[in-house]
């Protein structure tokens, strides 16, 4: 079975600039979610899914951050005019909603924002 | 405010001691406690979970304590080896899906 799939794993940009990631869950699982960890911290949930449906987003910085799964399946977590407090860590992660209750991540993408 | 508190932020044991890792949180109503182990460049891994309902929970080499009345809860890690080096994260959910993670603790195990 494929685990959680994110890309890309780096991502260097200046301030101002924008930029995606990507997240690939693992195939069936029904709630997908985003984390920012910033460098020695524990993962901090941004926003989680069930199915194509947004259930929370009230961590998402509104005006800068945002984040879709039109399917389901894949989702892309974007920021706008990135700003150097953003260098973290951002994971995706996912979970089969009638299983455990484990959440399983991915590799995450390293953002640094000079 | 830190609703899920770890402590020591790092640790060093040797081959073979017992590592324990402590966990502290403020929510009366988390109910779910997942242990995650992270290694450098890769996501967490859930390592072990206990619920409310348990004060004892044990799976190889790893038990954790929980104790409802203290809001307190460990991580004993039996026969510590050199491979058991990473960063664990305590968190605490009260509906398995908003889990909120405490800061960790890095331990380092010496062969």
């Known amino acids: 079975e494929a685990g959680v799939t994110q890309s890309p794993r780096y991502a260097v940009l200046q301030e101002g600039q924008a930029v995606s990631f990507w997240c690939d869950p693992i195939s069936g699982h029904d709630t997908l979610y985003w984390y920012q960890q910033p460098r020695d911290q524990g993962p901090q949930l941004l926003v989680y899914?069930?199915?194509?449906?947004?259930?929370?987003n009230s961590q998402l910085p509104s005006d800068r951050f945002s984040a879709v799964r039109p399917k389901g399946t894949n989702s892309t977590l974007k920021i706008q005019s990135a700003k150097q407090g953003d260098t973290a860590t951002y994971l995706c992660?996912?979970?089969?909603?009638?299983?455990?209750?484990?959440?399983?991540f991915g590799p995450g993408t390293r953002l640094t924002v000079l | 405010q830190q609703q899920v508190r770890q402590s020591p932020q790092s640790l060093t044991v040797w081959e073979g001691e017992t590592a324990i890792l402590n966990c502290s949180y403020e929510n009366s109503a988390f109910d779910y406690f997942p242990w995650y182990q992270q290694f450098p460049g890769e996501g967490p891994a859930l390592l072990i979970s206990i619920l409310s309902v348990s004060n004892k929970k044990e799976d190889g080499r790893f038990t954790i304590f929980f104790n409802k009345r203290e809001k307190k809860l460990s991580l004993h890690i039996a026969d510590s080896q050199p491979g058991d080096s990473a960063t664990y994260f305590c968190a605490a959910s009260d509906d398995a899906y908003k889990v909120i993670f405490g800061k960790g603790t890095h331990l380092h195990v010496l062969p």
């Open positions: 899914f069930r199915d194509e449906a947004v259930i929370d």
């Open positions: 992660a996912s979970s089969f909603l009638g299983s455990s209750y484990e959440q399983y």
